[in-house]
Structure formats: structure tokens, C-alpha cells
T-cell receptor, first 110, second 114 residues
């Protein structure tokens, strides 16, 4: 069983809609959680981090964490075509290492 | 702010040859990582390093060798390349192991082994 699972996608939403990306992780001592965006042919770039249960908002992005359910999500409000990318969930364990999910590919249609 | 740079960006080589991928960061980050990314597998950790002269295996280390004699450099060597090592390789760094420190990625090296 993989340690970090993301909804496999691909996910397609119309422009202006809310895109919801989900990630579950296995029962290990997890420190923190990161969402990266990766455009095709490019490297991953950090867009959100979350460490405590609850919601964290940054512009159109909201990260949600529920440690009891081992669940982290990313909501993108007012989705734009420029949001079309693969989104990677990363769980950081102790000793500095992270495990990445396989990613969910999002397409925002104009 | 040069950040983290990888070289070469593209490389084509033949099976059995040795190839070294370079990674250099200017932030003096303690941690450095090497990942490979294949379709359907996301990012898989090959090796990582917590400091100069300290390295450890990741999820898929077989066929790879790393060294870290200086904090800023973390080369990855394929000693005898195989077709299964055709992939996109990303180097990343992190300031330290603190919970709030993310990883920062280089632009990647696209490696093809014929």
C-alpha cells in the first residue's frame, strides 16, 4: 500500500468552478503537508503548506487538514485555465524526508 | 538568486555507460535529494543527504551512486546505465529537517538511455 494516495484523476472543471484535490496518507508520524503544482515539462513548485488541523487560505487556494482521518485536500476557487497542471501532495516525515503522491492532473476548460 | 541548478538539462547515452548528473544549490541548504519521475509513478526518492558526507538510500537506490563532499553539490552517478533508468531526474534541497521547510526543486534532467 502506498504511503500517500491522491485521487487518480484526471479532473476536469469549467473555468470559474471550484476544483477539489484530495490526498490520504498512511498511519505514520507525519510532520507537515505540502501541495506542489507541476506544469507539463516543468519542475514542481510549492503552492501551499499546512501543519495543523483545519483550513489554511492563500488567495484562491485553501488547504484542509484532518489528521484524525489522515486526509489533506486542496481547494482551488474560481479556477482558471492557468491552473491546469498536475498537483502533487507531499507528506513530510521526521528525518527530513517526504513522500509524494502520484499527482492529480487538473484541466480547467474555458 | 541562482537557487538550485541541474546539469545537463538533456542527456542521451547508451546502455552500459556511466553518466553523472550534477546538482548545485546556492542556499547552503543542509538537505538535498534526488528523485526520478516516471509516468504513473510520481516522484520516487533515489538518495538523500542530510549534510556533507552524510547520504542515505531512498526508495529506489539500486544502480545509482551519490556523493556529497561539499554542501552545495550533490552529484548522482549511474554506474552502468540501463534502459529502465530512462526518466526525468529532479534534484531538490531543503533548508533543514524542520517540519515547516519545504523542498525546492531544480529544473530537472531528462535522461534517455538507448
Amino acid at each position: 500500500q502506498k504511503e500517500v494516495e491522491q485521487n487518480s484523476g484526471p479532473l476536469s472543471v469549467p473555468e470559474g468552478a471550484i476544483a477539489s484535490l484530495n490526498c490520504t496518507y498512511s498511519d505514520r508520524v507525519s510532520q507537515s503537508f505540502f501541495w506542489y503544482r507541476q506544469y507539463s515539462g516543468k519542475s514542481p513548485e510549492l503552492i501551499m503548506s499546512i501543519y495543523s488541523n483545519g483550513d489554511k487560505e492563500d488567495g484562491r487556494f485553501t488547504a484542509q487538514l484532518n489528521k484524525a482521518s489522515q486526509y489533506v485536500s486542496l481547494l482551488i476557487r474560481d479556477s482558471q485555465p492557468s491552473d491546469s497542471a498536475t498537483y502533487l501532495c507531499a507528506v513530510k516525515w521526521y528525518a527530513g524526508k517526504s513522500t509524494f503522491g502520484d499527482g492529480t492532473t487538473l484541466t480547467v476548460k474555458p | 538568486d541562482a537557487g538550485i541548478t541541474q546539469s545537463p538539462r538533456y542527456k542521451i547515452t547508451e546502455t552500459g555507460r556511466q553518466v553523472t548528473l550534477m546538482c548545485h544549490q546556492t542556499w547552503s541548504h543542509s538537505y538535498m535529494f534526488w528523485y526520478r519521475q516516471d509516468l504513473g509513478h510520481g516522484l520516487r526518492l533515489i538518495y538523500y543527504s542530510a549534510a556533507a558526507d552524510i547520504t542515505d538510500k531512498g526508495e529506489v537506490p539500486d544502480g545509482y551512486v551519490v556523493s556529497r563532499s561539499k554542501t552545495e553539490n550533490f552529484p548522482l552517478t549511474l554506474e552502468s546505465a540501463t534502459r529502465s533508468q530512462t526518466s526525468v531526474y529532479f534534484c531538490a534541497s531543503s533548508e533543514d529537517s524542520s517540519y515547516n521547510q519545504p523542498q525546492h526543486f531544480g529544473d530537472g534532467t531528462r535522461l534517455s538511455i538507448l
